[in-house]
């Protein structure tokens, strides 16, 4: 079957084989971008053509090169159009002003301006989704933060001054976030361990997704944890941790937690010797696609 300016249809699985991007990314993609603009077969199958897959193809080049996804699929949309493929702007179509204001986030918060920086978080929010602006603004807005406080061009002033508005913002998504009837997830990190805007980011996908959070958040004695988990019986326990010096000393006690309880550790200073070790899950990616990928307990 073809489309109808003529070019050959694939189904999804097709696509994806070929591609060699899965299909739950694809649609991720198509939902959330409006990168691809399947037809519908009699049968009310999805069917995507070759501009589909060339699409598909130069997103890939340009997150190779860098770009965030969202950035990148903003480069590709804008290519079809300059080479007057004109799409119509369809509701995925993701906002023009949205690439910019990652920028004018950065300058506000480098300048101490909390209104702007505010207002461009507004902007964000109201353009685009808040797992498109956790993991393609904030996130990474952090890490470069981290680079930047490293090699010298952002002071300690400016990176305090950034993650305590970040904080702010993420404290407000999580309100609520203890209600509904959902699985529970106690979300900790343990003593000494100051990092806890990823596992907030973690906690706000996960209760999105129906979780309730018990959340103690950053510094928790393990003699704390384990008292919760005996109290709250929740389903799962996500300790997260920056540097690997504050999971190793607890090692022991942190064994007889995960034979209480599901117990998972995420963070770079997880790693794959001390989960092994104590028996529990490593969570090795992003705190959004890890929260997507966690199951319901059965
Ligand atoms: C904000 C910040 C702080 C804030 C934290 C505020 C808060 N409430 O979280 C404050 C000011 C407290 C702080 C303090 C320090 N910090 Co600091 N901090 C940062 C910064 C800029 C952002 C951290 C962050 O949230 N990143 C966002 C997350 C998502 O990115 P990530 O940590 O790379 O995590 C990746 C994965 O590990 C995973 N992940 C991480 N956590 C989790 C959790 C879950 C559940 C999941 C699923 C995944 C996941 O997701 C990411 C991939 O997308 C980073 C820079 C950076 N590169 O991250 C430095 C950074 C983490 N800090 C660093 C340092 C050195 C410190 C201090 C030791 C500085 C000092 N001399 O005092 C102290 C230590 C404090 C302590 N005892 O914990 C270093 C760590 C280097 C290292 N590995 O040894 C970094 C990397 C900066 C740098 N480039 O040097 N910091």
Redesign the pocket.
């Known amino acids: 079957m073809d489309t109808p300016d003529g070019s050959p249809v694939l189904r999804i699985g097709e696509l994806s084989r070929r591609l060699g991007v899965s299909e739950h990314v694809l649609r991720a993609w198509e939902s959330r971008y409006g990168l691809l603009q399947p037809v519908r077969s009699a049968g009310g199958f999805r069917l995507y053509s070759e501009a589909d897959e060339s699409r598909i193809r130069r997103m890939q080049a340009h997150l190779a090169r860098g770009l965030s996804a969202a950035e990148a699929a903003r480069a590709v949309l804008g290519e079809d159009n300059g080479a007057g493929h004109g799409r119509a702007a369809g509701p995925h179509r993701a906002a023009p002003a949205a690439s910019e204001l990652p920028g004018a986030l950065r300058q506000a918060l480098d300048a101490f301006d909390e209104p702007a920086a505010q207002a461009a978080l507004d902007r964000l929010m109201s353009d685009l989704s808040v797992t498109t602006v956790l993991r393609d603004v904030v ?1 990474p807005y ?2 470069e ?3 930047r ?2 090699s010298g061009t952002a002071s300690i002033a400016q ?2 001054f950034a ?1 305590n508005l970040i ?1 702010g913002r993420l404290a407000g998504l999580a309100r609520g976030w203890g209600n509904g009837h959902g699985p529970r997830a106690v ?1 900790a990190c343990p003593p ?8 907030m ?2 906690g706000i996908m996960l209760n999105r997704n129906g979780w309730r959070i018990d959340y103690l958040g ?1 510094n928790t004695p393990v003699e704390e944890l384990t008292k919760t988990v005996d109290a709250r019986h929740p389903d799962l326990v ?1 300790l ?1 941790a ?2 690997p010096e ?1 999971l190793e000393p607890h090692a022991t006690q942190l064994t007889a937690l995960a034979q209480r309880s599901q117990l998972a550790l ?4 997880a790693t794959p010797q001390i989960a092994g070790a104590v028996g529990a899950r490593l ?1 090795t ?3 959004v696609t ?2 997507e990928n966690i199951q319901w307990p059965r």
């Open positions: 996130l952090l890490t933060l981290g680079e406080w490293e990176e305090h993650s904080r979300l000494g361990e100051l990092h806890d805007l990823a596992l980011v973690f950053m996500v997260a920056t540097l504050n995420a963070g770079a200073g969570l990616g992003d705190p890890e929260a």
